[in-house]
């Protein structure tokens, strides 16, 4: 718990904890405490209890949070020791009454206050308090609450940076606007809002004081984020406080559903209801699952949001509402829009960045809130860090402005890593430690903005439209029947048995290995049984005596042909050459494949798996020429962004966005084919110690430049021929 050097957080923490499992075995105050907050995080979140994986799930998750809690609470009173100034509504719910769950009330019950609070006041000075920012309360929380707690609640607390770069965002400043942070959490947005507000004040620190309250505010369902916020809120205003002659001050940090769906709370500040109509809107709204609630709070949304706020992407009935594992970021979003954000006011959200595409984001990219429309002005991609590394979920920074017809292209900033790890402590740390690329987004498709967005620069470079089939590997749902060890050779004959790819096999120009597969048709739904057992006899028994296994496979497509049957076979399957790439996860790494010489079965043809897509030709030029499109930068660029920065697959409607053109289209197509040979020819003869060849590094830089100089010239049609041998 730094900055305190005297405070033993460690100990501290061990003491309180053992010492609240000790009064909830005793029943009593606190276990009728924890029940009520048991049930109110269950009507704000739903039952993420039941995914905890404990035998007291409840009180694992209850106890953690009282002594966040508590040390919240300590810290709230060294903030008026140290100032003397009384925080008049330090218990969430104060201004609101949206739940009866004190836990201030039991921490001097739980561990005395000379044992406690009075232990960390004393520890804790002026100084001290002015270095107690959002990321520091963050770190707290993190340290005590357990991650898997934190993942069911969807908090995901954002760095100070990433809080900056966001209102840097907007496309008006906040100096002079009220600001609503409807899912506060620790209060980072908050305290980066008042910082722009101080460096713009003019007037007295008195005054600073009302003007800040009446203009900065904050909600959030969880009780102990509200208790975060309004302490980051004082710390981040401390000085004034301790300048003052006032004796009291309210935070406008308030305990209530900002969505309005499980309780519709009248907020009062200062005695008088609050305005609830704001100049911006701001945050990280909570990314938790649609699955995760409850089917009443589902139904909630779907009687008071869906229909009028047009939340339903996914056509059918309203009852798919999260279709596709989408979460509740968005729709969040766009109903606090509604809620909150007057004419004409402008909002910046943290939300995922593969809502850029796919069918999770077509809420946001319709870029209407009810018969509201949003421009879209600013997008910060950060998909190359991680703000985040707890869920690995990659971000990005929306800036919009309401009331406004969108356009586009809109401006886009791209961070990427710069010497070390990026910095999040702030703004300008990050600007200093991070890469920023400026580019522009538009719709794939110029006449529809709702289509995936995409990075200008991509757009001009590889794509458009692709010339050739793309394939999907074998799939026989049966790996232990036709996946073959060396062995199993001597039990059957080996002309049906190939060598097969799997995931871990294609490497960017070649083959690590490959495994042995049994392949018993030459097309899906061939009926051969009666040729198969003349012609491979061993080979029929083999698969007759696993005749059980092979027939109780679920997959319809293999209800087609003999019980042996295979899917994803056909002519293509058998084309002389192949460009084959690992459709699963993003491994751009694309290589031409043939026939292979293995030990037992000689020279055979090289057969793609069901993790795999492919180009099929019959003419080995145009296979080279495309792979060295596939493996040049342009395209790997352009991939990375199509597959949302490397977090999506490389499926067959990823790939097919890219221009994949005949060979007599491109001037420079001999050269390609030839380099790509080269290239084969290479990692072949040197396997992993290719990645250190020089010569490799000059063929991959000459295929880039070729690339780079067609894309660049307007792909102008120059050769009347496909090259040839």
């Not at 559903?257 to 499980?262: I, K, S, V």
């Not at 494949?593 to 019959?618: N, W």
Request: proline share 6%; glycine share 8%.
């Amino acid at each position: 718990m730094a900055p305190f050097p005297e405070f033993d957080a460690d100990a501290e923490r061990r003491a309180y904890c053992n010492a609240a499992r000790e009064r909830l075995d005793e029943g009593g105050p606190l276990a009728a405490t924890r029940d009520r907050w048991a049930s109110y995080v269950r009507a704000t979140h739903g039952d993420v209890f039941a995914d905890l994986g404990a035998d007291d799930p409840v009180d694992r998750a209850f106890v953690e949070t009282c002594y966040v809690d508590f040390l919240l609470d300590s810290l709230l009173d060294a903030v008026e020791g140290n100032s003397g100034v009384t925080i008049t509504n330090r218990e969430p719910g104060t201004n609101s009454g949206a739940t009866g769950v004190a836990l201030g009330d039991h921490h001097d019950r739980v561990l005395s206050p000379d044992r406690g609070r009075a232990r960390i006041v004393s520890a804790v000075d002026g100084a001290d308090l002015r270095r107690l920012t959002p990321d520091r309360l963050r770190d707290l929380y993190t340290e005590v609450i357990s991650r898997d707690v934190r993942l069911a609640l969807g908090e995901y607390y954002t760095p100070r940076g990433v809080a900056d770069l966001a209102l840097d965002a907007l496309p008006a400043s906040v100096a002079d606007a009220t600001v609503l942070d409807p899912g506060c959490g620790s209060g980072v947005f908050l305290t980066a809002a008042l910082d722009r507000k101080r460096t713009a004040w003019s007037g007295a620190p008195e005054a600073f004081l009302d003007a800040a309250v009446t203009s900065v505010v904050g909600i959030d369902v969880n009780p102990v984020a509200v208790k975060s916020a309004t302490l980051a809120y004082c710390t981040a205003v401390f000085d004034e406080l301790d300048a003052s002659e006032r004796e009291q001050f309210a935070v406008p940090v308030f305990l209530t559903d900002a969505l309005g769906l499980t309780r519709d709370d009248e907020v009062e500040f200062r005695g008088e209801p609050l305005d609830t109509t704001f100049d911006t809107l701001v945050g990280n709204p909570p990314w938790i699952p649609w699955e995760r609630l409850s089917e009443r709070l589902k139904d909630r949304w779907r009687e008071r949001y869906v229909e009028p706020l047009d939340l339903q992407p996914h056509g059918g009935v309203a009852a798919r509402l999260g279709h596709s594992n989408d979460d509740v970021s968005v729709p969040f979003a766009w109903t606090c829009v509604h809620r909150y954000l007057r004419p004409g006011g402008t909002a910046a959200f943290v939300l995922k960045r593969d809502l850029m595409r796919g069918p999770a984001g077509a809420v946001l990219r319709r870029l209407r809130v009810g018969d509201r429309s949003l421009a879209l002005a600013d997008v910060q991609d950060l998909s190359a860090l991680e703000p985040f590394p707890e869920v690995g979920a990659n971000a990005a920074v929306y800036a919009f402005e309401a009331d406004t017809e969108p356009s586009f292209p809109v401006p886009a900033t791209v961070w990427t890593p710069g010497d070390g790890q990026p910095d999040f402590g702030s703004g300008p740390a990050f600007r200093e430690s991070a890469t920023s690329t400026g580019t522009e987004l538009v719709p794939l498709d110029p006449d529809d903005t709702t289509s995936a967005w995409l990075r200008a620069d991509a757009e001009r470079a590889a794509l458009g439209s692709c010339a050739h089939e793309i394939r999907h590997g074998l799939k026989d749902d049966a790996n232990a029947v036709f996946g073959l060890e060396r062995d199993d050779l001597d039990r059957i004959e080996h002309g049906l048995v190939y060598p097969y790819l799997k995931s871990r096999h294609v490497r960017k120009w070649g083959l690590t290995g490959h495994d042995l597969r049994l392949v018993p048709q030459a097309q899906a739904g061939e009926d051969n049984e009666a040729w198969l057992r003349e012609q491979y006899p061993e080979t029929y028994d083999y698969l007759a005596a696993n005749r059980e296994p092979l027939t109780d496979r679920s997959s319809s497509w293999l209800d087609r042909g003999p019980f042996y049957s295979v899917f994803g076979l056909g002519e293509y399957t058998w084309a002389d050459y192949k460009v084959a790439w690992c459709r699963l996860g993003f491994k751009p790494h694309f290589t031409v494949v043939s026939t292979r010489s293995d030990p037992d079965l000689g020279e055979k043809q090289v057969i793609p798996g069901d993790h795999y897509m492919f180009l099929a030709t019959d003419d080995r030029r145009t296979a080279h020429f495309l792979c060295a499109l596939l493996n040049a930068a342009p395209y790997q660029r352009t991939l990375r962004d199509l597959s949302s920065n490397g977090k999506a697959s490389l499926s067959k409607s990823v790939v097919s966005e890219l221009d994949l053109p005949a060979p007599a289209e491109c001037p420079h197509s001999d050269r390609l084919a030839d380099l790509s040979v080269d290239a084969h020819d290479r990692v072949a003869a040197a396997g992993e110690a290719a990645d250190e060849d020089p010569a490799l590094s000059a063929i991959e830089t000459e295929i880039d430049r070729l690339v780079e100089e067609w894309l660049a010239g307007g792909r102008d049609v120059v050769s009347a021929e496909v090259p040839g041998e």
